[in-house]
């Protein structure tokens, strides 16, 4: 089927939570003119639009997505541009673009090599780990502005990185490609740093169904994880079939069909315990996209309160 023929897909294929419902027309572009005709489409009809890449960090409600969704994962191609200088698109998952710098013998892009997400959202959330962050290497982003209807490349100082957010707004702009600027590096130590990555997220991430970090730390003194796991939670606090995992306070695991109100409700939970406990705001990490339930919508609304 072409990729450009909408389908009817279960949005659970397309998280790492492995919850959502149907997606009611649902698209795959291969090309950055795809993607844009579809872009321009979608708007001419009027239709609501929903941008998926790995679903790494998404919560789909349990009754799926209304309207258009483009799921990115078939921009997944790569283009050196020059030594150091590599382009990807969108939907290139991070593991493959840490990869490529191994394989061209570049330094900078090991922290990406367990990050559950592609290009896009990385870009669009400066997404980080090992103390190295996306905004490190973005030389210039590739988007479609929905306010214009026009393709734009913005330059590091229009993107106002700042911790694990940018001046992209997703209700305003979708990532169609992105230029990065790596370092010659020692291939053996590159690839060392990246095994240690893997091996560290084995260790210490779930490996059951889950949609990485629910919250934003705190304060570098205060990580998330930590907080919760001197709150009690690992393994304990449970809403349906979701719970806070055994192996890390500040990640949620799918134990036994979760709903995307239960994932919420423990959600809230953890944040009011934060707040109560240590005064301590936390913000989330993870997205709700879809036909959310009214209370669905409550929760999400106390969760992003003055955020």
Known sequence: MSACLPQVLMGAQFTTYRIGGPLDEAYQPTTEAEMVAI??????????????????????????????????????????????????GAGVHLAKSASTGLKYGLTGGEFMIG?????GGAVRMNAGALGQETADLVRSVNLYNLETAQVETWLPEQLGFQYRKSLIDPNKHVVLSAE??????????INATMTKSVQFRKSHHPKEPNGGSVFKNPSKEMPAG??????????????GGAMVSPL???????VD???STDVLRLMRRMQQAIKDRYGLEAHPENLL??????????LWQALTAGH
């Open 289 to 298: 996209l879809g036909d959310a339930t009214p209370e669905e919508l409550e």
């Open 226 to 239: 930590k907080l919760m796991e001197e709150l009690g939670a690992k393994g304990q606090w449970r809403e």
């Open 180 to 189: 990065l600027e790596f370092q010659p590096g020692n291939p053996a130590e």
């Open 39 to 88: 872009l321009r489409q979608t708007q001419a009809a009027g239709k609501s639009l929903t941008v998926l890449g790995w679903g790494g960090n998404s919560i789909i409600a349990s009754a799926g997505i209304r309207g258009v969704t483009i799921i990115t994962r078939k921009l997944d191609w790569v283009e050196p541009i020059t030594d150091t200088r590599i382009a990807f």
């Open 257 to 259: 069909n979760a709903t």
């Open 115 to 119: 990050i559950p997400g592609t290009i």
């Open 248 to 254: 890390h306070g500040n990640f949620i695991v799918n």
